[in-house]
């Protein structure tokens, strides 16, 4: 038995939510999830086959990767060309393609980059290699960002000359307000219950009063999922959007106030351009001046010549759940997880491919 | 052509298949279907030959070390074609500088797993390069067994049909874990040790035993799930496989939860899955319960029809999805 694991995976729990939803629908419902770990999770537990097919579950932004335009790769790369360059990097990073080239092809030509699980372990290959330059590229939403701002002070107090982030990190909810902007159908969201954990729920309370739509603050396991679907069908019924929180054994409204403080520490807000929707005011997170000898983008000044997307691929509107994978005509056929076009293809988290090693008749 | 070999091509996966369909046999022309064995029929009666090269990093891991892997490999290589395994080839890459007594060891402890296994090392090569060409110690081991010619469909499951039942021999997942954790890359230490075995005996037992042996094949890059969708694409059919039926042990699966690793996906070194007729299962099962190596045997599965050659899960909490081949770099150097 693994504690707070398998109580949330129990069969008749969510046999008892299936019955509990399938009661309550009276008409048909979107949700769109906007946290890869619950895209992936949705599909790991084939969470589509115990809800009715009134409601449809679409996915949003909510991978760190897929949302990470081509010239973020195109900077690491050229990087990579300068002398004595080692990249730690999350390992969804590798494979994403840029637009000549990625981490995985530099790689296997012989570019020293090394997978880890953590900024600190970048740190720490710093430490263990101070004639070397480690650039670790910071991504993820405020989830990982508090981590890394850790790491920027510690490398500070350590006077860590040779630590450098390549910076995308994001904040999630500029991207759902853009979502609703652009007009998406959507009945609610199923937000990002770790995002949430570290920021409070409050964050969303914009969009029910704003926009008149249901929030429920979720966490990973099935049961989770099952629950916060229901939250959302008797909100959506008794048309009272508010911000719930279902997972709440790890969120509440004022959220994680340490790790708040780093990163107020340590970043501050800019305009930041998102694969799909091009730059979304405020939705970034940079380097703050004291910090700015760290900051791979300034101290290395890569040079790219910034390409567009190719039309081909429609990341861009899976992201903003306009369009699904199934609409894509590379789906599958070009776009396949060990050639991927596109950023939603490589990591376990993004859109396509959930669908590609999920779906059935995907 | 500028394309260059990556990691990728080398995970057991479907860029391996993709590398060996596009260059090996494209240029060795091997028949279909590829077997874990050749199985080669002389004037003198059936013979099974399979090689396999070992590159595990670090060579020595909880449960055993890159030596001990290697007759485990080919021995079981040729168990699952249905063979009684005899004779091994054994060739080493050493680099220099590699501890005496770490070779020696490692040398031991083949010797040790290849009387149990009741096979004999007949021939051997060692070539030494210079520190940096090779990492430690790289190992090629080649086997032969002997088939009984009314075992041949075994390796190909040409009899499998709907309804079949698919029985694995035990928990999945420790072998790969074990090596990670041996890799100091996990930020803390793991009580997982690999489940590196001989399978010969359990095999035989069962081919003894029973007549409704279908299919024999061992679990290793790719796990689980890559050897199922092998087994789909060769039959022509479709495989349900129930997930919470499928063992897994419980530092497999926190450490699996932690790290987002799927089990189904990840190397073992000895497990394999067994294709039996359905009346013959619950017998079969049995024996392989009453062997060290099937003590937590369990029926996982069936062969059922299916026109895409799906293999599809049943989740434990009642939903439905594919369990796709793998993709994509799993873990390089596991074996």
């Known amino acids: 038995m693994m504690k707070y694991i398998d109580e949330y995976r129990d069969k008749k729990l969510i046999s008892g939510l299936a019955d509990l939803i399938a009661r309550s629908v009276r008409q048909k419902y979107i949700f769109m999830e906007v946290c890869g770990g619950h895209t992936n999770a949705i599909h790991r537990f084939g969470i589509s086959a115990l809800i009715p097919d009134c409601i449809r579950l679409i996915s949003g932004p909510g991978c760190p990767v897929c949302v990470t335009g ?25 494979r994403v393609p840029g637009s000549a080239s990625s981490l995985e092809k530099e790689r296997s030509s012989g570019s020293d980059i090394r997978i880890v699980l953590s900024a600190l372990e970048a740190l720490e290959i710093a430490k263990l290699n101070p004639e070397k330059k480690i650039v670790f590229p910071g991504i993820g939403f405020e989830t ?90 008797r909100q959506k019924n008794n048309n009272s959007p508010k911000v719930e929180i279902q997972y709440n054994r790890a969120v509440t409204e004022t959220g994680n106030l340490l790790a708040q403080k780093n990163l107020s520490e340590v970043f501050e807000p800019c305009d930041d351009c998102w694969r799909g929707f091009g730059v979304i005011p405020d939705s970034g997170m940079k380097l ?17 010549s910034y390409t567009e997307d190719d039309g081909s691929c429609i990341c861009g509107e899976i992201l903003r759940g306009i369009k699904s994978p199934a609409d894509c005509p590379l789906f599958a056929t070009v776009c396949v997880p060990e050639n991927p076009t596109g950023a939603c293809m490589v990591s376990n988290e993004g859109t396509c491919n959930t669908w590609f090693r999920y779906k059935i008749n995907g | 052509m500028d394309e260059i070999i990556t990691l990728n091509q080398g995970s057991g996966g479907r860029q391996t298949l993709k590398l060996i369909d596009g260059v090996f046999r494209k240029y060795f022309g091997m028949p279909e279907p590829l077997t874990d064995s050749a199985i080669i029929k002389d004037a003198g009666g059936t013979i099974t030959f399979t090689t396999d090269s070992y590159v595990v990093d670090p060579i020595f891991f909880p449960g055993g070390n890159i030596g001990r892997l290697a007759i485990c490999g080919t021995v079981n290589d040729l168990a699952v074609s249905g063979a009684v395994p005899k004779y091994i080839s054994a060739a080493f890459i050493i680099e220099e500088g590699l501890p005496l007594k770490d070779l020696i060891a490692i040398v031991e402890s083949m010797a040790g797993e290849a009387e149990k296994a009741g096979v004999r090392i007949v021939t051997g090569d060692t070539k030494v390069v210079e520190k940096g060409k090779c990492d430690k110690l790289f190992i090629t081991t080649s086997g032969t067994g002997i088939l009984d010619p009314s075992r041949e469909h075994i390796s190909r499951g040409e009899k499998i049909k709907q309804g079949d039942k698919i029985i694995i021999n035990g928990p999945v997942g420790n ?26 005996g359990l095999t035989g037992r069962i081919m003894e035993e029973s ?31 129930d997930e919470a039926s499928v063992p897994v042990d419980e530092p497999v699966r926190g450490i699996c939860e932690m790290l987002g690793f799927d089990p189904l996906y990840l ?14 299962a619950q017998k079969v099962l049995d024996i392989m ?16 029809l299916d026109k895409k050659n799906l293999v599809t899960l049943d989740t434990s909490v009642g939903g439905k999805r594919i369990l796709d081949m793998p993709s994509g770099t799993q873990l390089p150097r596991i074996c």
Request: aromatic share 6%.
């Open chain 1, 288 to 304: 703050q001046k004291k910090y700015e000898k760290f900051d791979a983008d300034k101290v290395f000044s890569p040079v790219i």
């Open chain 2, 211 to 241: 007549k409704g042996i279908l299919f024999m094949r061992d679990l290793t890059r790719g796990g689980l799930a890559a050897v199922l969708n092998e087994l789909a694409g060769m039959i022509r059919m479709g495989i349900r496989i």
């Open chain 1, 144 to 233: 990982t960002a508090p981590g890394t701002a850790v790491v920027i002070k510690l490398a500070e107090k350590d006077h860590i000359g040779n630590f450098f982030l390549l910076n995308a990190h994001k904040v999630m909810p500029p991207a759902m307000e853009a979502i609703i902007r652009d007009g998406t159908n959507i009945d609610g969201f199923i937000c990002p219950g770790h995002v949430a954990a570290i920021t409070g729920s409050s964050i969303f309370n914009f969009i029910p009063e704003k926009y008149n739509l249901g929030c429920c603050v979720t966490g990973f396991e099935p049961a989770d999922l099952m629950q916060s679907i229901l939250m959302l069908v």
């Open chain 2, 175 to 200: 072998h790969a874990l074990a090596v990670l954790g041996a890799r100091n890359k996990l930020s803390f230490t793991t009580p997982v040790v690999s489940d590196c075995a001989s399978l010969n």
């Open chain 1, 70 to 94: 081509k010239s973020f790769i195109d900077k690491a790369v050229a990087i990579l060309k300068l002398e004595n360059i080692i990249i730690a990097t999350f390992g969804d990073l590798i």
């Open chain 2, 267 to 280: 190397a073992n070194e000895g497990k394999l899955i067994v294709v039996t007729e359905s009346s013959e």
């Open chain 2, 289 to 304: 319960r009453s062997v060290t190596s099937g003590k937590k045997a369990a029926i996982i599965g069936e062969v059922i």
